[in-house]
């Protein structure tokens, strides 16, 4: 019998240490061990002026994550980010071009792309109950596509207009303003997460659907605001692009969705649902983006760098995943 209990409690004792184990193993230690290793290959990688062009060069990256964040937590996902970018940049460029005012322009942009992704993903997933992934892949090819047709495969230029430049471009002091605009995006949807009845319902509908209508959510409208909002911040991101750039390209954000996914997968945020937090995938898209700066500052083709960022994010996701399995 002694056996017995002291048997059980050696198994205990490696379950245990087992899970505090795996609490060590998550993104932020795996974020502070890839930056001492790019600092040890590259000193110049912890110098000021590379942090912020490395945050600036993600700003795109972390205002969609922030949205992705939302429609994982909700129990779906939105592969049209990269195209809705696109979109965006087209239309600000377009309204620019035919003479209406620039903030006029770009509020413009802001409300109809928010209205087509509600009506679009909102709906068709929201209301109609219709599969997240085949609707959003279906919505990426018809805005991808229309920006195709509409520019005929040609880049379109965004000279002489200084508001828009100035998102893009611009700075506050020594902070670029695409860096201001990210960092307040993330703080209100933290808080709008957090402490907003809309933010907790999210997670409700995103752990159990059916639950949620029984207590009175109406799970319809939560989804197509969520949708609504990746919509949005996707149109916030292709306007700083197409300031940055001065220019929208058909191919632009192409592939960015999958970024945008990794860096909120990385961060903690289950593609079942309910789980994630913005904390986290802030973590994740750093994350990201110190594996590309330090890479490009190392020298590595850029062949290489597809090849190692792709094998490392499937290393970090897996550990991850161990850890949230283990906790």
């Not at 995938?281 to 290489?304: A, D, K, M, P």
């Amino acid at each position: 019998m002694d056996n017995v209990v002291v048997e059980q409690e050696l198994q205990k004792r490696s379950q245990s240490m087992k899970k505090n184990a795996f609490k060590l193993v998550g993104i932020g230690p795996l974020l502070i061990l890839l930056c001492v290793i790019m600092t040890i290959l590259n000193p110049s990688f912890l110098t000021a002026n590379n942090w912020i062009n490395l945050l600036n060069s993600i700003s795109a990256i972390w205002i969609m994550a922030m949205a992705m964040t939302l429609v994982l937590i909700s129990g779906g996902f939105d592969l049209s980010v990269g195209a809705s970018l696109a979109f965006s940049g087209l239309i600000l460029v377009n309204l620019v071009a035919a003479g209406v005012p620039e903030l006029v322009s770009i509020l413009i942009t802001l409300i109809v792309v928010l209205l087509i992704g509600m009506m679009t993903n909102g709906f068709l997933i929201g209301k109609l109950g219709l599969n997240f992934f085949v609707v959003t892949l279906g919505t990426m090819s018809l805005f991808r596509g229309t920006v195709y047709v509409w520019t005929d495969g040609q880049t379109q230029y965004a000279d002489n207009n200084p508001i828009v430049s100035f998102l893009g471009n611009g700075t506050i002091g020594l902070v670029p303003v695409p860096i201001i605009i990210m960092l307040a995006i993330c703080v209100v949807t933290h808080l709008f997460l957090k402490y907003t009845q809309f933010g907790r319902a999210i997670y409700v509908v995103g752990g159990n659907a059916t639950a949620a209508k029984l207590s009175g959510i109406k799970v319809s409208f939560i989804l197509i605001g969520v949708y609504g909002i990746s919509a949005l911040y996707a149109a916030i991101a292709g306007i700083i692009n197409t300031g940055k750039l001065a220019s929208v390209s058909p191919t632009i954000g192409s592939g960015m969705e999958l970024l945008v996914a990794a860096a909120v997968l990385l961060g903690g945020t289950s593609f079942k649902g309910g789980e994630g937090t913005v904390v986290g995938t802030t973590l994740g898209v750093l994350f990201i983006g110190v594996l590309q700066n330090g890479l490009s500052l190392s020298g590595i083709s850029s062949y290489w760098q597809e090849v190692i960022t792709g094998a490392i994010l499937i290393f970090a996701i897996l550990l991850n995943y161990f850890k949230l399995k283990q906790t």
